[in-house]
């Protein structure tokens, strides 16, 4: 009885080791599995971190692009305004020689008239 028992435990003693074997297999595939898993992980976090950092640029250079626009904008209105200004200024004294000289024509003519008499 003794030696059946033995043999029993030896038995299972080979069943486990190979059950052992099997799962240290089995273990070692899927922890190769997930290194694999992981690897791909932080290749897919590494593509979107430069994706996002490039974005990133494009916006900063878009907001550049837009700042200078703005600034050109506003250096053509001042300049537009100025402009005006000279403009409306110019009118301005050329309504009043026009007048001067209006008026001065009407002197003249009145002078002319009294002469001409």
Do not use: C, P, W
Request: net charge negative; proline share 0%; charged share 40%.
């Amino acid at each position: 009885h003794f030696k059946h028992t033995l043999g029993d435990v030896q038995r299972q003693m080979e069943d486990n080791s190979g059950r052992n074997a099997e799962l240290r297999d089995e273990n070692r595939q899927l922890g190769e599995k997930l290194n694999g898993l992981v690897e791909q992980y932080e290749q897919r976090d590494r593509q979107v971190r430069e994706l996002l950092n490039a974005r990133d640029i494009e916006v900063q250079l878009a907001e550049a692009r837009y700042s200078k626009s703005q600034m050109l904008l506003q250096e053509e209105r001042t300049r537009s305004l100025k402009e005006r200004e000279i403009l409306l200024h110019d009118n301005l004294n050329a309504k009043r020689n026009i007048e001067e000289l209006h008026a001065k024509e009407v002197v003249l003519k009145k002078q002319l008239l009294i002469y001409a008499d």
